[in-house]
């Protein structure tokens, strides 16, 4: 099953970090395009809320990648200096952690989302419903559960190190 989860978390991930990129990509050359026609006296409406709503989709759908590929800074202080079976129980319950926060975290998410769709809120100048966005990132933090899983998987098997 870890192998499996493995190779479904790689692909996964792999996929929605591209969609950040793409979206980080179009954030530039938007505020690049905006800024010029500005210059020229024609700036593109609603280019502040596209952008906005882009940048959720960068930071929501890159964070699993990072996170399958330990792409975080941390300090091993104290970890360097335990024995590898206190490392490891240390490792797990911060994974353990993070599930839990991740979850909570998809959890609002997918009720914001819900709360925004049922009422119909967009974006005051281009009309651009918002929901979509907060659905995207909520099923983004809901995998990086998974990827914590993985993680507690990878620990345990002795395939983390």
Known sequence: MGRLLGQVLKVTTKIL???GGAALTFMMLLTV????????GHPLVGTFEVVALSL??????TIPK??????????????EVVSKR??????TVTRLICIALFAIITYNL???AAELRASGEVS????????????????CCGIECFVFIFDIVKIWTGEYE
């Open 110 to 112: 997918f009720s914001v």
């Open 66 to 79: 990072v996170s399958f590929d330990r792409g975080h800074i941390r300090v091993d202080l104290v970890i």
């Open 56 to 61: 959720a989709l960068v930071i929501g759908f």
């Open 33 to 40: 395009t905006d800024v010029i026609l500005r210059a020229a």
């Open 124 to 139: 005051p100048t281009i009309q651009l419903p918002a929901y979509p966005f907060a659905y995207g990132v909520a099923v």
């Open 17 to 19: 970090d591209a969609v």
């Open 86 to 91: 206190t490392r490891d129980v240390m490792n």
